[in-house]
T-cell receptor, first 116, second 109 residues
Framework: DTAVSQTPKYLVTQMGNDKSIKCEQNLGHDTMYWYKQDSKKFLKIMFSYNNKELIINETVPNRFSPKSPDKAHLNLHINSLELGDSAVYFC???????????????FGQGTRLTVV | GQSLEQPSEVTAVEGAIVQINCTYQTSGFNGLFWYQQHAGEAPTFLSYNVLDGLEEKGRFSSFLSRSKGYSYLLLKELQMKDSASYLCAVRDGDYKLSFGAGTTVTVRA
């Protein structure tokens, strides 16, 4: 069983389109994240949800909107896609947000988004 | 906010020892992580330090000095499969996990 799964794995789309990436974790974790990894391999946090509540919202264009229907799912919707949105997007989860080891993050396999 | 710095690349031969340094600045500190990421794959957890000192885990060890804002990952008896990117990440006072840009390790025969 995959612990953190995200779909699709690859996404090629045209500028201006709207797309969604889905993420599900079966680890029973309370906290989920979206990270963006650009061509220079820099992994940057975008959003974090704890028990369906938004707790981290970095400086991200408001074209990006996360949605957490329950604590096992965190989806990412992107409106009006731009060339600069091309990157690998990783979903991750952790047991919680505090404590000694609660923020060890488990990552999904990534979604490679290419905007043409 | 946080900032983390690591060397961009390191090359070594099989069987060698490699040390990857990470320096950080953060508002509050709640631990430092090292992750391994093979090309095209997800990062996977390697080690965690919250107190000063060395944590050993098989061929991999990680060291932390909180007063110096410094950590290193030591890879011993290098194998070809260790060729990957190694990311240090720090958890700040708000428990947010931020990553460095990663160090690409290339192991040669």
């Amino acid at each position: 069983d995959t612990a953190v799964s995200q779909t699709p794995k690859y996404l090629v789309t045209q500028m201006g389109n709207d797309k969604s990436i889905k993420c599900e974790q079966n680890l029973g974790h309370d906290t989920m994240y979206w990270y963006k990894q650009d061509s220079k391999k820099f992994l940057k946090i975008m959003f974090s949800y704890n028990n369906k509540e938004l707790i981290i919202n970095e400086t991200v264009p408001n074209r990006f909107s996360p949605k957490s229907p329950d604590k096992a799912h965190l989806n990412l919707h992107i409106n009006s896609l731009e060339l600069g949105d091309s990157a690998v997007y990783f979903c991750a989860s952790s047991r919680g947000t505090g404590g000694v080891r609660e923020t060890e993050a488990f990552f999904g396999q990534g979604t490679r988004l290419t905007v043409v | 906010g946080q900032s983390l710095e690591q060397p961009s690349e390191v090359t070594a031969v099989e069987g060698a020892i490699v040390q990857i340094n990470c320096t950080y600045q953060t508002s509050g500190f709640n631990g430092l992580f090292w992750y391994q990421q093979h090309a095209g794959e997800a990062p996977t957890f390697l080690s965690y330090n919250v107190l000063d000192g060395l944590e050993e885990k098989g061929r991999f060890s990680s060291f932390l000095s909180r007063s110096k804002g410094y950590s290193y990952l030591l890879l011993k008896e290098l194998q070809m499969k260790d060729s990957a990117s190694y990311l240090c990440a720090v958890r700040d006072g708000d428990y947010k996990l931020s990553f460095g840009a990663g160090t690409t390790v290339t192991v040669r025969a």
